[in-house]
């Protein structure tokens, strides 16, 4: 199975700050990443899809680039409502399998 | 509204077995491939198993820790999604969420339903 690495595992940023969480696979699975917003006591909502697709909606200081094994996740200008646990998720359909990095949790300082 | 409602979550005893559903509404459900993912208490999201539109051969996959125990299936004539878990385990307890499944992405998904796994 393939494997994702996240880091970091938790972040404290300012309000207005510039923040990045990557995620590493264990193997290619060319742009097969999703980036997913998990707010305390909700289900999660994708945010980005394919490594770089602004799911519609989405707020455009939200993105994603990589690809490969390589991803990374940006917030251009954290906002007070961003506060939640960030997932990487890859696919791969040879055999089937789904795996989520270890999630990221985001603090305001 | 797109919308997505599990139900049957509850408190059953280790080697037990649940059923859990899931209503569609708002979307062309049986177009829709489907999953289940999981969250344990304080713990990251884990992908539970998959189902394809009956277009698309109707056919399952599952996740290693929980093959030969749990089986999904659909009712499109319902809009409805079922989670059968068997043998069930203390490490299964967790909040169950049904999503849809497009191409590599889950894009819609439920509130949840929690499952409690203990003696």
């Known amino acids: 199975d393939i494997q994702m690495t996240q880091s970091p595992s938790s972040l404290s940023a300012s309000v207005g700050d510039r923040v990045t969480i990557t995620c590493q696979a264990s193997?290619?699975?060319?742009?097969?990443l999703n980036w997913y917003q998990q707010k305390p006591g909700k289900a999660p909502k994708l945010l980005i899809y394919d490594a770089s697709n602004l799911e519609t909606g989405v707020p455009s200081r939200f993105s994603g680039s990589g690809s490969g094994t390589d991803f990374t996740f940006t917030i251009s200008s954290l906002q007070p409502e961003d506060i939640a646990t960030y997932y990487c998720q890859q696919y791969d359909n040879l055999p089937p399998s789904i795996t989520f990095g270890q999630g990221t949790r985001l603090e305001i300082k | 509204e797109v919308q997505l409602v599990e139900s049957g979550g509850g408190l059953v005893k280790p080697g037990g077995s649940l059923r859990l559903s899931c209503a569609a509404s708002?979307?062309?459900?049986?177009?829709?491939?489907m999953s289940w993912v999981r969250q344990a208490p304080g713990k990251g999201l884990e992908w539970v198993g998959r189902i394809k539109s009956k277009t698309d051969g109707g056919t399952t996959d599952y996740a290693a820790p929980v093959k030969g125990r749990f089986t999904i299936s659909r009712d499109d004539s319902k809009n409805t999604l079922y989670l059968q878990m068997n043998s069930l385990k203390t490490e299964d307890t967790a909040v169950y969420y049904c999503?849809?499944?497009?191409?590599?992405?889950?894009?819609?998904w439920g509130q949840g339903t929690m499952v409690t796994v203990s003696s």
């Open positions: 708002g979307f062309t459900f049986s177009n829709a491939w």
């Open positions: 193997q290619d699975i060319s742009n097969y």
């Open positions: 999503t849809t499944l497009v191409v590599s992405a889950f894009d819609i």
